[in-house]
């Protein structure tokens, strides 16, 4: 009966030990070349200016045309920071009502065409979270037309503990997912908007 018992133990722990080893193996936070850290990373490429998908991304309005998690985004201090400039804050509501998931966010570095970087605090509602988590858009102008844009989530610290990591790990594949739709959202709402601008011009 013993035998038993610890067979079963040593089972249940094999099984969890594997599970965790492919849940890391494929999870999408890892060392970055691209941007030189730990993060998880997605990108696409857009036929529009970087000048054209930098100025769209700072504009909170528009994450209601191309965001498949936030309902939308409420720029909170406006009235001495202009929306998307360093130093600008902004909440983040998942539901139109302005129930359960919320978060706020401090926009902390700009680089202009280049990149934007965003502190997330005050979140409320998520089933995994840890503190000090950082996000980026990374702009890169692959021509006059064309803009390798890049959407990363990290944290400041790059020595976190075994639980945060884990966490981390598991929330990278829905992240993932959020990011990739996302991104294609961006991609079709500024080259839809291009066309729109090309047709009118023949008109």
């Not at 045309?65 to 998942?94: E, M, Q």
Request: net charge positive; proline share 2%.
């Amino acid at each position: 009966m013993l035998k038993l018992f610890f067979k079963i133990i040593f089972g249940i722990t094999l099984l969890i030990v594997v599970s965790l080893f492919f849940l890391i193996m494929f999870s999408s936070f890892r060392n970055n070349q691209e941007v030189g850290y730990k993060c998880i990373a997605l990108s696409i490429e857009i036929k529009q200016p970087v000048e054209k998908v930098f100025a769209y991304l700072g504009n909170s309005k528009n994450a209601s045309n191309w965001s498949i998690y936030v309902d939308h985004i409420t720029a909170l201090n406006t009235d001495k920071i202009p929306d998307g400039a360093i130093g600008s804050t902004r909440r983040c509501f998942k539901e139109k009502n302005e129930q359960g998931i919320i978060w706020d966010e401090d926009i902390v570095e700009v680089i202009p065409n280049k990149k934007r970087r965003l502190s997330i605090y005050n979140a409320k509602g998520f089933p995994i979270m840890t503190e000090g988590i950082l996000t980026e858009q990374i702009y890169m102008s692959l021509n006059d037309s064309t803009t390798h844009l890049t959407f990363t989530v990290f944290n400041k610290n790059p020595n976190l503990d075994f639980i945060s990591t884990l966490k981390t790990h598991i929330a990278s594949y829905s992240i993932s997912d959020i990011f990739v739709k996302n991104l294609k959202n961006i991609k079709k709402c500024l080259e839809n908007e291009a066309q729109k601008s090309n047709k009118a011009k023949f008109l």
